[in-house]
């Protein structure tokens, strides 16, 4: 059974970078591709990017210039990074199974960006 | 982008009641369609892939249909445990994007 756990603070600062990790149980990170998306408060869900094990990435240009994945194969775990983050940023992140149509969400984590 | 277009945005319904949401593409999107039941503190859950495929495992009280721009979820009698908000989104083109989701309540 495939699951996805996302972990990082809860609360990031006005301009600084925020992190998070995925990690994946029941399934190996080079078997897919893995992605993350974002939904803000009372808005719809936003697709942030993909990564494959191979460290092959596509980011959403909404983002670009702002937004960085990297994978750790060997703790089967994959990272988001976002920097010069504003109060617009805050969202409920999940992680994700597929690059394009994702199957196995993680249950997401709330990042606050306030000062 | 392309834009998703759902309706209704909510719907008061009735158990065992006949459910549909539309869902509508800027451009044509082939059938790189999908269809998503949320509930509050859980992680999404794909029910319908390419249109109208149903998950492995999902109840076949959801369907779905449409090809190009215009799409359509249905939920043939909804029970109890449907109380959820469910979301299109289309494939064909990154970024993928999102419909606006549509809340069934009771």
């Known amino acids: 059974h495939v699951q996805l756990q996302e972990s990082g603070p809860g609360l990031v600062k006005p301009s600084e970078t925020l992190s998070l990790i995925c990690t994946v149980s029941?399934?190996?990170?080079?078997?897919?591709?893995w992605s993350w998306l974002r939904q803000p408060p009372g808005e719809r869900p936003e697709w942030i990017g993909y990564?494959?094990?191979?460290?092959?990435?596509n980011y959403n240009p909404s983002l670009r210039g702002r937004v960085s994945m990297s994978i750790d194969p060997s703790k089967n775990q994959f990272s988001l990074k976002l920097t010069s983050v504003t109060p617009a940023d805050t969202a409920l992140y999940y992680c994700?199974?597929?690059?394009?149509?994702?199957?196995?969400w993680g249950q997401g984590t709330l990042v606050t960006v306030s000062s | 982008d392309i834009q998703m277009t759902q309706s209704p945005s909510s719907l008061s319904t009735s158990i065992g009641d006949r459910v549909t949401i539309t869902c509508q593409a800027s451009?044509?999107?082939?059938?790189?369609l999908s269809w998503y039941q949320h509930k509050p503190g859980e992680a999404p859950k794909v029910l319908i892939y390419?249109?109208?495929t149903l998950e492995t495992g999902v109840t076949s009280r959801f369907s779905g249909s449409g090809f190009g721009t215009d799409f359509t979820f249905t939920i043939s009698s909804l029970q109890p445990e449907d109380i959820a908000t469910y979301y299109c989104?289309?494939?064909?083109?990154?970024?993928?994007?999102f419909g606006g989701g549509t809340k069934v309540e009771i």
């Open positions: 451009q044509d999107i082939r059938s790189y």
């Open positions: 994700a199974r597929r690059k394009a149509s994702p199957d196995y």
């Open positions: 029941g399934d190996s990170i080079t078997s897919y591709y």
């Open positions: 989104q289309q494939y064909d083109n990154l970024p993928p994007t």
């Open positions: 990564i494959h094990h191979s460290g092959s990435t």
């Open positions: 390419d249109a109208s």
